[in-house]
């Protein structure tokens, strides 16, 4: 889930390094914030959640500014969020238990988006070697696939296939122009459109001025799904049971169709922004190490399974558990990629005076910072090497050795995402099953991607596309992905 960012990433870490204090206090002009970087007393803030509350903040900068809900939906968010009848409770409720790890509706999203991931896996490079732009692909096809499985066949995506260029810049994802024309495309579409525009959403005075582009996007985008909504595609059954609560809870508390479109909007975001880097660097840092390539496609190659079906067609089998329980270096991998490009900062309001350890005093109207990157680049936390990419340190990592509030891609307390588990098994699968089926050659001059550390996303996103040269290993000539 997108979290409001308040001090700049590098200024936090930079403070952290500077004093090396657990927790300091700065001023942004009259308002006091406390800038925590130690587990121990996040681990505290996160016992706390209703006098230390997420939800002020986030609600105001992501649904008030992002989405611009208006402000009568606001106002009935913000009405006593914490509290059991409320919309917000009630909505975050739904959400957490429905996208439980385990659970019916999780498992429908995730089999459902993968269903529609193995169709274009099994067409891909069919009839010959293909070069894909590997962001620009993940993009389209994880954007296409979500839809899908989450609004259902008639999703607004599928109804305007334009939308896709509101949401993302970029270039077709086969396309294989030189790095300058992807460079000039990105000046030209760069500033008009939604994903590249949420700084400017939310932390502009005048948005609809200063980010008039990413604001003309988002009003396309609420538009699609206002008509999706008038549509009575969840009354007919076509979409996932998550919507079909949330549009419940929402007629319960007397919300109507252009809340329902926001909200859905801010769903499928949700579902999209974060996992799409994240699937991204996670096929690319294996892809750039050639032995940790061969392992990988080691530990898959063992749990892989295969089937013939009735109609003869020879199937192969990928499954999420298995990959989880039995390929311990793929997962130590995932988990290092979180840690690294995770740039998620939680901000939340005190609202009363509250101690923390018995040392701190928190006072009542202050902020609260908890900075991903500071806290995920400590050498007192992960050691010496805690700057640099290591897939085998959660393999090294003794039971207990890293305090499990540590680890801040997906938040934690109030702040905890929802959909982190259907978030972490589709980049497992996907990167899986990607990583099976092709022989990948580096095209051009396609070096390790640069970070972009100035967006506002949870993870860092990559400043550069990767351009890829897909083969089909010969063992999956004739032979197709089941889900």
């Not at 206002?226 to 079909?244: K, N, Y």
């Not at 419940?248 to 329902?260: K, M, P, T, W």
């Amino acid at each position: 889930m997108m979290e409001p960012v308040g001090l700049p990433i590098n200024r936090q870490q930079s403070d952290r390094e500077q004093t090396n204090l657990p927790i300091l206090t700065v001023f942004l002009g009259l308002q006091k914030v406390y800038v925590v970087t130690s587990p121990a007393l996040i681990s505290q803030i996160n016992r706390r959640q209703k006098v230390i509350d997420s939800n002020p903040p986030f609600l105001t900068v992501v649904m008030g500014k992002l989405f611009s809900f208006h402000k009568n939906d606001l106002a009935e968010l913000l009405r006593n969020p914490n509290e059991t009848g409320s919309l917000r409770r009630d909505t975050r409720t739904a959400e957490h238990s429905l996208l439980e790890r385990g659970a019916a509706p999780l498992l429908e999203i995730f089999t459902g988006m993968m269903q529609e991931m193995v169709i274009q896996l099994n067409t891909l490079a069919s009839n010959g070697p293909v070069t894909i732009r590997l962001e620009g692909w993940l993009r389209e096809t994880i954007t296409m696939c979500t839809a899908k499985a989450v609004f259902g066949p008639n999703n607004p995506f599928a109804q305007d296939p334009s939308l896709m260029q509101d949401f993302w810049y970029g270039h077709s994802p086969t396309e294989t122009g030189s790095e300058e024309d992807s460079r000039m495309f990105k000046l030209k579409y760069i500033t008009r459109v939604f994903e590249s525009g949420l700084k400017g959403l939310t932390m502009g005075i005048f948005p609809e001025l200063t980010a008039s582009g990413p604001a003309r996007a988002r009003r396309r985008l609420v538009q699609a799904f206002h008509r999706f909504v008038q549509g009575e595609f969840i009354a007919r059954g076509e979409t996932c049971e998550l919507l079909r609560q949330v549009e419940e809870i929402a007629h319960q508390h007397n919300r109507g169709s252009d809340y329902l479109a926001r909200y859905y909007l801010g769903i499928f975001s949700a579902f999209l922004l974060n996992t799409v880097p994240v699937t991204f660097w996670t096929i690319s840092h294996i892809l750039q190490r050639a032995d940790l390539l061969t392992q990988i496609r080691e530990e898959l190659d063992g749990v892989a399974r295969d089937s013939v079906s009735t109609d003869g067609i020879r199937k192969k089998y990928l499954d999420v558990a298995s990959i989880r329980e039995r390929c311990p270096l793929f997962l130590s991998t995932f988990q290092e990629i979180l840690r690294y490009v995770g740039a998620s900062t939680s901000t939340l309001l005190v609202h009363d005076d509250v101690w923390l350890d018995g040392t701190y005093l928190l006072t009542k109207g202050s902020l609260v910072q908890i900075p991903a990157t500071a806290i995920h680049s400590d050498p007192k936390i992960w050691g010496p090497d805690a700057t640099t990419f290591d897939p085998e340190r959660f393999l090294k990592a003794a039971p207990n050795q890293v305090h499990p509030s540590a680890s801040r891609t997906f938040g934690g307390g109030g702040t905890l995402c929802p959909g982190r588990h259907l978030a972490s098994d589709e980049v497992l699968e996907v990167t899986a099953l990607l990583l099976s089926t092709f022989k990948v050659g580096f095209e051009a001059e396609s070096g390790r991607p640069r970070r972009d550390e100035t967006g506002m996303l949870s993870v860092i996103k990559p400043k550069d596309d990767l351009l890829l040269r897909l083969t089909r290993y010969p063992a999956m000539g004739n032979v197709v992905w089941g889900a």
